[in-house]
């Protein structure tokens, strides 16, 4: 026994101030610390939240704070998992702008053009709430205006039938290439490829006497690149689309990604025929004209839809179920909006559109600012007014309800609203 009644042990068996640590202990020390920290990482590994995850409870609060989110409202944690993982990477791009956008109205955009029909069970609910329709219904398209019943004896579709003056009409139809993802989910290199393949009918537009006009680029170094002064004034015609990098909506999407890349707009001589590129969807394809009769510009677009469909090497996505394909539920089916300018000032006073948007919901209407969806009224109270539904219906009826909608008698016109308030 040493002094102070322990026992005697060697140094290099005693520890801390005492002595030093025997080689034996030190090893066992060392295998305890790697054995603890391993099982630490693995816990915060665990811990670590998956961005499903995330994504089903972002979408749980949203369908409390914001219930008109589509997206979120059926975004659900039973259908999530029903998916496997690659359907649920690709359903999470689907859905991340109504995700991180809880205003969204829809909040979900297509990827690529089976989306709607791989996911199914999840757009049929979407699409049935926002169009007013029954799951489950099949769209057909049909350009015979000969099955709408209701019509003028003439099937003149004139604004001047109901003493109004002559508008700003616009109709137009989205259309996606189908050997390309849609937009939100295209690469640089996608996007300046279709847009070097559409050129190739633009020179036969250009060529033919109906058309002719020219291709405006924002590709940089691309033949027809245009400047920036050029392009500020197509915009303010109407004639060019917005910068979409400035739209959240859309830059959540991917849709906005890599612009302006791959971004254009064929413009006709008479400057009535449009086609954008690159925009929401690869093609928005439109027909444009102040007047008082809706058939020559219905008339017009089809001709040219004809004419574009049958170019060899242009094949547009569809869906067995639910029509043509388009970046937006909003214009599945048809891909069609038929819209006109009105000057509603009283609905519009102090520059929001919300009391317009709630009277023409009702009318089965929607009110837009003047350069499109997300785009400002004008300062004299001029909206963009079309129909809302463009699923489960045909094209015929959309010119009827166009016409019917936005010149009917007063018991049902927007504008006739506007001078009530």
């Known amino acids: 026994m040493a002094d102070g009644g322990e026992e005697w042990?060697?140094?290099?068996?005693?520890?801390?101030?005492?002595?030093?640590?025997?080689?034996k202990v030190a090893q066992q020390?060392?295998?305890?610390?790697?054995?603890?920290?391993s099982e630490i990482r693995k816990q915060?590994?665990?811990?670590?939240?998956?961005?499903?995850?995330?994504a089903v409870q972002r979408a749980a609060e949203i369908r409390q704070t914001h219930p008109s989110n589509l997206c979120a409202k059926y975004f659900t944690k039973e259908y999530f998992?029903?998916?496997?993982?690659?359907?649920?990477k690709r359903f999470l791009k689907i859905t991340a702008?109504?995700?991180?956008?809880?205003?969204?109205?829809?909040?979900?955009?297509?990827?690529?053009?089976?989306?709607?029909?791989?996911?199914?069970?999840?757009?049929?609910?979407?699409?049935?709430e926002y169009h007013g329709t029954e799951v489950g219904q099949k769209h057909t398209n049909n350009w015979d205006f000969k099955t709408v019943e209701g019509l003028p004896e003439d099937g003149q579709l004139s604004m001047l039938a109901f003493k109004m003056p002559p508008a700003s009409m616009r109709v137009r139809v989205g259309r996606n290439l189908a050997d390309f993802p849609l937009p939100g989910a295209m690469f640089?290199?996608?996007?300046?490829?279709?847009?070097?393949?559409m050129c190739k009918a633009f020179e036969k537009l250009i060529s033919m006497p109906a058309y002719g006009g020219k291709y405006y680029s924002l590709t940089p170094d691309h033949p027809n690149k245009i400047s920036d002064e050029t392009y500020v004034e197509l915009v303010k015609e109407h004639i060019m689309f917005k910068d979409m990098s400035a739209d959240s909506y859309l830059v959540d999407a991917g849709i906005a990604n890599d612009w302006p890349y791959g971004r254009g707009c064929y413009c006709s001589e008479d400057r009535e025929?449009?086609?954008?590129?690159?925009?929401?969807?690869?093609?928005?394809?439109?027909?444009?004209?102040?007047?008082?009769?809706?058939?020559?510009?219905?008339?017009?677009?089809?001709?040219?839809?004809?004419?574009?469909?049958n170019m060899d090497g242009l094949t547009f996505a569809m869906s067995p179920d639910f029509g043509v394909v388009t970046s937006c539920p909003t214009n599945l089916g048809t891909g069609m909006r038929a819209s006109v300018h009105m000057q509603l000032p009283k609905l519009t006073a102090?520059?929001?559109d919300l009391k317009a948007k709630k009277i023409a919901k009702p009318l089965g209407l929607s009110v837009r600012g003047m350069g499109g969806e997300h785009t400002a009224i004008g300062a004299d109270g001029t909206c963009d007014i079309s129909p809302r539904c463009d699923v489960i219906s045909n094209r015929s009826h959309e010119r009827y309800c166009s016409w019917h909608h936005c010149y009917a008698d007063d018991s049902d016109t927007v504008l006739h609203c506007a001078r009530v308030f």
């Open 9 to 23: 042990k060697p140094s290099n068996e005693l520890l801390g101030a005492k002595g030093t640590i025997s080689s």
């Open 29 to 37: 020390s060392q295998a305890f610390d790697f054995v603890a920290k």
């Open 44 to 54: 915060e590994k665990n811990a670590v939240e998956k961005p499903g995850e995330r």
């Open 81 to 88: 998992d029903s998916l496997d993982e690659q359907q649920q």
């Open 97 to 128: 702008s109504g995700i991180n956008n809880p205003d969204s109205t829809m909040g979900c955009y297509a990827m690529n053009p089976t989306d709607y029909d791989n996911f199914k069970p999840f757009f049929e609910k979407v699409l049935a």
């Open 188 to 197: 640089k290199q996608h996007r300046v490829r279709m847009e070097k393949k």
């Open 273 to 309: 025929f449009i086609i954008w590129v690159g925009e929401e969807d690869h093609l928005r394809i439109m027909a444009m004209k102040k007047g008082h009769l809706l058939n020559g510009i219905f008339d017009r677009l089809k001709n040219a839809l004809d004419l574009i469909s």
């Open 350 to 352: 102090g520059g929001s």
